[in-house]
């Protein structure tokens, strides 16, 4: 009879601390995996810090990340079904759409207006946007540089077929504009700074902040995001977590990002700062998707489709469930 109650007093003692443990050591979920595309540019970093800090795995997830140097390659391996989801401005998804991707947005996290730049020769004649007519001008196509670009020549009245596009990946085009193989590039940034830094006192730079908004985000196959809803609502919730640490941290948000895309910090400085790094899905999202879609369809290679509707291309779910104020979609 002693034994018997010394082991039950053994038991509920043990089950006690059992309990006391989990309840102060929170048990991580089941992990989920997930392959993710990620752009090695800084409209990507809450995705970087998400992964740094361990949010993304305090999650249940267990991302596999694949680097890529801008969205459109990204969105060409989610649409080879290599990844399972992919970072991208909207504009190379917008253009996926168009040529009939099934792909949906998971969530925004990140909206710039005055990052984007047209880098110009001077020695080549150019000290003012009209200059840029007859000019070949280097710009990585279907992509958010292009359709700056676009822009600004709409601002300044200037003819889209005016100038001479060259087709080159982002990495390139410091290097082929300080050759002097183009007269100017289209670019963002750190690219951006890599050109004026190369061209140093010859070079001009034209910006048009009022022009264009771009956003970046998180894309993945439409029927995916709604069979992996967990995965969707999981992805999501570290998103928050990663933003709410730069907007706390954000000196050491910006070291950790310099030091993923191997940058230095001061150099990445004065574009962190026009970063804005916000999870949302908003109705002007939305409203400029369909600007970049006439666009797309008005002279961009091989789209050809009508405009279409990009609701359906929006998976609300997710940000719903965690976050609804920040969804000012229609829907």
């Known amino acids: 009879m002693l034994i ?20 102060t050591h929170p048990q991580r979920p089941a992990a989920m995996a997930v392959r993710l595309a990620l752009s090695t540019t800084p409209h990507a970093a809450l995705l970087m810090l998400a992964a740094e800090k361990d949010y993304l795995r305090d999650e249940g997830l267990d ?8 969205g459109k390659f990204a969105l060409d391996l989610l649409a080879r079904g290599e ?8 504009v190379p998804f917008v253009t996926a759409v168009l040529d009939h991707q099934p792909f949906s947005i998971l969530a925004s996290m990140l909206s710039v207006s005055d990052e984007m730049a047209v880098v110009a020769r001077r020695d080549r004649g150019i000290v003012a946007p009209a200059d840029l007519l007859g000019k070949r001008i280097g710009v990585p196509r279907g992509t958010s540089a292009e359709y700056f670009l676009w822009a600004l020549l709409i601002r300044h ?4 077929d ?47 902040p009022a022009a264009y908004t771009v956003s970046h985000v998180v894309v993945g196959r439409t029927d995916y995001l709604h069979q992996q809803a967990e995965m969707s609502r999981r992805f999501v919730r570290a998103l928050l977590k990663a933003e709410r640490f730069n907007r706390l941290h954000a000196d050491e948000s910006l070291a950790i990002v310099a030091r993923r895309l191997k940058v230095d910090a001061a150099a990445l400085q004065p574009s962190w700062k026009s970063l804005a790094f916000r999870v949302n899905l908003l109705q002007s999202q939305l409203v400029t998707m369909e600007d ?40």
Request: charged share 20%; hydrophobic share 45%; no cysteine.
């Open 4 to 23: 018997a109650a010394v082991a039950l007093a053994v038991g509920l003692s043990t089950l006690a601390m059992t309990w006391r443990y989990r309840a």
């Open 63 to 70: 991302v596999t990340i694949v680097p890529v140097s801008h």
């Open 83 to 90: 990844v399972d989801l992919a970072t991208a401005a909207e």
């Open 157 to 160: 009245r200037l003819a889209r």
């Open 162 to 208: 005016g100038v001479t596009l060259v087709d080159l990946p982002p990495g390139r085009l410091a290097d082929e504009l300080a050759r002097g193989r183009i007269d100017a590039a289209s670019t963002w940034q750190p690219v951006r700074q890599d050109a004026e830094t190369a061209l140093g006192a010859q070079g001009v730079s034209f910006t048009a």
């Open 292 to 331: 970049e879609a006439d666009w797309a369809v008005s002279g961009s290679p091989g789209a050809s489709a009508p405009t279409p509707n990009f609701l359906p291309h929006l998976y609300l779910d997710a940000l719903l469930d965690e976050q609804p104020d920040r969804v000012t979609v229609a829907h």
